[in-house]
């Protein structure tokens, strides 16, 4: 790699984490995928143009990657590109002449409220390890909150006895989640029992693993994994998927779709409108069941 696009690289990066507050996940996929395109020839201080990345994205899809995983690329090009152009690095940003491939939406997977239940019953509460097992299962439910923000949740930001948690949700934006009274019940008794687990360096989260350290998103996913294993009605359930559980169940009971943007932290209500057809879809259902005109 040339210096200047090795400098103009590590800018990108301290741009990407510092400037624009993403997750540690998202400035790595996003400076590899700026290497990628240097590793195959391509030039940040010189060259980077529209021509030079449809080359690149051609050779990418020719080895059959998805229309997703193109669109993620052009997506990484536009913000790279009108980096290069705000910081006057270049007179014209050369990606608006990208156009990513259409990418057909699919509706996330939930729970039934039943499964849900049937994942969380089968964590031993007899046990320290079990009660926190269960007490992050209930949160991600509860309060529908991602992996990584269940695993960064801190002790302090966790108040039990007014039922609220403070997150810090994607581009460090700060939500309060209101919890129920399910998911304060096993959040009481693992800060109780948290203590059991605490070393003398203590990193000041919510969860920590049986030595005292803080738990990160893939511990999360295990936890959720082990339960959802021994819980058949819940097969190939993940975090997200208790997450879209949430979303879908208040929209259901009747929740109006702002307020469940704001509890799922989304920064644009599109990402939430994608739940209201899985309510549509259900109502539908109901009807052809229901109503004498939808039977055949």
Known sequence: ?????????????????????LSPLTVKAYIAQMADFIQEGG?????FDASSMREYLMVRASRNLSPRTI???????HTFSSWLKETGRTDVDRSQLLQPPRIPRSLPGFLG?????????????????????RAVVELLYGAGLRAAEAASLLL????IAAGTVKVMGKGKRER???????TTEYLDKWTHSRFLF?????????????RGRKLDPRDIRRIVSAGVARAARAAGATPHTFRHSFATHLLNAGADIRTVQELLGH??????????????????????????????
């Open 71 to 77: 669109a993620r690329m052009v997506s990484c090009f």
């Open 156 to 159: 302090k930001n966790t108040n």
């Open 113 to 133: 409220v039943s499964e849900v239940k049937s994942v969380m019953n089968v964590y031993d509460i007899s046990r320290p390890k079990g009660i926190r097992d």
């Open 43 to 47: 030039s940040l201080a010189e060259g």
């Open 198 to 210: 605490a070393a003398d360096e203590d990193p000041g989260t919510l969860f920590i693993s049986v």
């Open 267 to 296: 920064a644009g209500i599109g990402t939430t409108q994608i739940y209201t057809h899985l309510t549509t879809e259900k109502l539908k259902g109901i009807y052809m069941k229901s109503h004498p005109r939808g039977k055949k």
């Open 1 to 21: 790699m040339q210096e200047e696009d090795r400098l103009i690289l590590e800018s990108f990066r301290d741009e990407l984490q510092y400037g624009r507050g």
């Open 176 to 182: 309060i989640v209101p919890l129920p009274a399910g």
